[in-house]
C-alpha cells in the first residue's frame, strides 16, 4: 500500500488481542490483582468481531471450575448461567438405530450448565470494563510489533478501505499502533498472528504438531413437546465411517432452544468427506429428527478446535508476550471442553505477568512453571492419550478411552503422538466418493442459507483475506490430485470451483462468505492457503452461539 501515513500509537502495560474466555480472564485477573497490590497497571483487549461475543462458538457445557476461582460471587453478579445439566447421556449411532452407552467419567456433567458462550463473554467484558480494562471491538489485530531486540513491542490493527486493488479508498483510516509491555494471544485456535509467532520463536520445536477438529453447529427453537431443559446427549458412531474420528453434542438449552452439532477430526482420510453434510446427515438420524422436525432453526456457526492436548501444547512465553487458551491447546478433548481450561490459563497467566511487570523481566517464564503446578496441567496430562488413539479407528478408540478413563486413569507410562492433518487426506484416485443427499428445507439445508443464519458480513471491496501462497499449486496439486478438496472442507461455500471460458476448473474463492472457522489454513494438503485478518468488525456476527 502506497499511504504510509504515521499510525496513532497507544501504549499499556499488558495488551490482550482476543476477548474471549482466556483474554477477559487474563484482564480482570490483573485488574483484581493490581488492586490488591495497590498497583497501577492499564489493560487493554482489542477484538476483531464486531462486538464482544460475535465470534465465540462453543457447545456450550460449561465446567465453572475456573469461574469460581475468577469470581465466587458470580450468581450475585448475574452471570448468564441459567440452565443446570440434569441428565447426562452417550449414545452409539447406526443409520437407524441408537444404543445408549455408559456414560464416561469424563464428560459426567454434574454441576455444569448449559450456556451460550457468546453471551458468557460479552458478561465478562461487563466485568472487566467494571474494573477499568479497555476494550475495543472491531480491532483486528493485523501485524506483530517488535523492538529493536526483536522482542514483541505489540500488535498493529489492520488499515480500513483499502479497496480490492490494494490502493486507499475514500474510507480509508490508518491502523493504530497498540504497543504494550507485555502482549497476550487470546486468538483462539489458529489465530493468524499466533501462527506467525510460533514460526518467528519457534514455539512449536520438541512438540507434537496440533491437531484440530472441525464443529459445525446450529440453533434450534423445537417443539415444547421435544425439548427436556437441561438434558444432554452426546454420540458417536455414524454418520462417519468407523475410521474417522467425530462425535455430537445435542443439548437442551432454555426457552425450548436446543443446541446441536457434529464435530469432525481434521485428520480424516476422504478427500471427498464434507464436514458441513455429514452434519446434515447426521439431522435425518431418526433419533435426531424427531427432536428438531417441526422446529426453527434460527442459528448457524462454525469453527476450528485444537484437539492435540498435552503433548502439543507448545513453548508458551516468549520476548515480550505469552499464549493463553485455544490458540495454546489448552482444550480438554475427552470433556468436550476448553473454556474452564481457558480461562484458567488467563488467570495463572495474569498472575505471572504481575510479578514480571514488577521486574521488568522480557520474557515470563514463570507462567509455565505456575500452570504447570495447576489443576489445568494434571487435567490435560491425564488426558493425553485419549485423542491420538483414535487414529486406530472409533473403536479401538473407543475401547482404549474406556481403559485409560476408567481403569488406568491417565496414569499410562507412554504417550501416543500426534501427525499432522493435512497429510492424512488421500488422493482422490484412492477415495470412495460419497453421495450426499439434497437438503430437504425441514431439517437440512445448504451452505449459503446456513451462512445467512450466521450473520456474516464483509466489507466487499477489500482485499481477500485468504491467500494463496502459490496458485498454481490449485492447478498443479489440489484440482487434478485431490479433486479440490477446500470446495468441501469449508462450511461456508467460500472456495468454489467454476468453469473458465475453456470449460477447465478454476478455483474462485467467495472471502464474504467467511465465518473465520481457519479450518481451510489447517487442512490443505500442501498448507498453501493463509488466513489472514479482514478489516475489523467482519465476518459472523454470531446470536447466543
Not at 474494573?131 to 510489533?145: D, M, N, R, S, T
Request: proline content about 6%.
Amino acid at each position: 500500500m502506497a499511504d504510509q501515513t504515521p499510525r496513532e500509537v497507544m501504549s499499556y502495560d499488558v495488551l490482550i488481542v482476543g476477548a474471549g474466555p482466556a483474554g477477559l480472564s487474563c484482564a480482570i485477573k490483573l485488574k483484581q490483582l493490581a488492586q490488591e497490590q495497590k498497583k497501577e497497571i492499564s489493560v487493554c483487549v482489542i477484538e476483531k468481531g464486531s462486538e464482544v461475543g460475535a465470534h465465540l462458538l462453543s457447545g456450550c457445557a460449561f465446567e465453572p471450575r475456573a469461574l469460581n476461582e475468577l469470581l465466587p460471587n458470580w450468581k450475585d453478579l448475574g452471570a448468564p448461567l441459567n440452565v443446570p445439566i440434569v441428565h447426562d447421556r452417550f449414545t452409539f449411532l447406526t443409520k437407524s438405530l441408537a444404543f445408549p452407552l455408559p456414560t464416561p467419567p469424563t464428560m459426567n456433567n454434574h454441576g455444569n450448565y448449559i450456556i451460550s458462550l457468546g453471551r458468557f463473554g460479552k458478561w465478562l467484558a461487563q466485568q472487566a470494563e467494571g474494573l477499568g480494562v479497555e476494550i475495543y471491538p472491531g480491532f483486528a489485530g493485523a501485524e506483530l510489533l517488535y523492538d529493536d531486540k526483536g522482542a514483541v513491542a505489540g500488535v498493529a490493527t489492520g488499515d480500513v478501505g483499502i479497496g480490492k486493488d490494494g490502493k486507499p479508498t475514500e474510507r480509508f483510516t490508518r491502523g493504530v499502533e497498540l504497543r504494550a509491555k507485555q502482549t497476550v494471544f487470546a486468538e483462539g485456535c489458529r489465530g493468524s498472528l499466533t501462527k506467525k509467532l510460533m514460526e518467528k520463536f519457534n514455539l512449536n520445536a520438541d512438540r507434537d504438531p496440533q491437531v484440530y477438529g472441525i464443529g459445525v453447529k446450529e440453533i434450534w427453537e423445537v417443539k415444547p413437546e421435544n425439548h427436556k431443559q437441561g438434558h444432554l446427549e452426546h454420540t458417536a458412531g455414524w454418520p462417519e465411517d468407523l475410521m474417522t474420528y467425530c462425535g455430537s453434542f445435542i443439548y437442551h438449552w432454555e426457552n425450548n432452544l436446543v443446541a446441536i452439532g457434529l464435530i469432525t477430526g481434521l485428520d480424516y482420510r476422504n478427500t471427498y468427506l464434507s464436514p458441513f453434510e455429514e452434519f446434515q446427515r447426521f439431522k435425518q438420524h431418526p433419533r435426531v429428527r424427531k427432536i428438531l422436525e417441526g422446529g426453527k432453526r434460527i442459528s448457524y456457526g462454525a469453527r476450528a478446535l485444537c484437539e492435540g492436548g498435552f503433548q502439543s501444547i507448545p513453548k508458551l512465553a516468549f520476548p515480550g508476550g505469552l499464549l493463553v487458551g485455544d490458540c495454546a491447546g489448552f482444550m480438554n478433548v475427552p470433556k468436550i471442553k476448553g473454556t474452564h481450561t481457558a480461562m484458567k490459563s488467563g488467570i495463572v497467566a495474569a498472575e505471572a505477568l504481575v510479578d514480571a511487570l514488577g521486574s521488568n523481566a522480557l520474557e515470563v517464564t514463570d507462567y509455565k512453571t505456575r500452570l504447570e503446578k495447576s489443576w489445568l496441567w494434571s487435567e490435560l496430562r491425564a488426558a493425553r492419550n485419549i485423542r491420538p488413539s483414535f487414529r486406530y479407528g472409533m473403536l479401538f478408540g473407543m475401547g482404549y478411552s474406556a481403559l485409560d478413563t476408567m481403569i488406568l486413569r491417565g496414569h499410562t507410562p507412554w504417550t501416543l503422538h500426534h501427525h499432522p492433518d493435512h497429510l492424512a487426506t488421500k488422493p482422490a484416485k484412492d477415495c470412495k466418493k460419497i453421495d450426499y443427499p439434497k437438503p430437504d428445507g425441514v431439517v437440512s439445508f445448504d451452505r449459503l442459507s446456513s451462512v445467512f443464519l450466521g450473520n456474516v458480513h464483509h466489507e466487499e471491496d477489500q482485499p481477500a483475506h485468504l491467500k494463496l501462497r502459490d496458485w498454481k499449486i490449485e492447478d498443479t496439486v489440489n484440482i487434478p490430485v485431490y479433486d479440490s478438496p477446500e470446495s468441501r472442507y469449508c462450511p461456508a461455500g467460500v472456495y468454489e470451483i467454476v468453469k473458465d471460458a475453456n470449460g477447465n476448473p478454476r478455483l474462485q474463492i467467495n472471502a464474504s462468505n467467511c465465518v473465520h472457522c481457519k479450518t481451510c489454513d489447517i487442512k490443505d494438503p500442501r498448507q498453501n492457503i493463509d488466513w489472514c485478518t479482514p478489516e475489523g468488525g467482519g465476518g459472523p456476527n454470531y446470536q447466543d452461539m
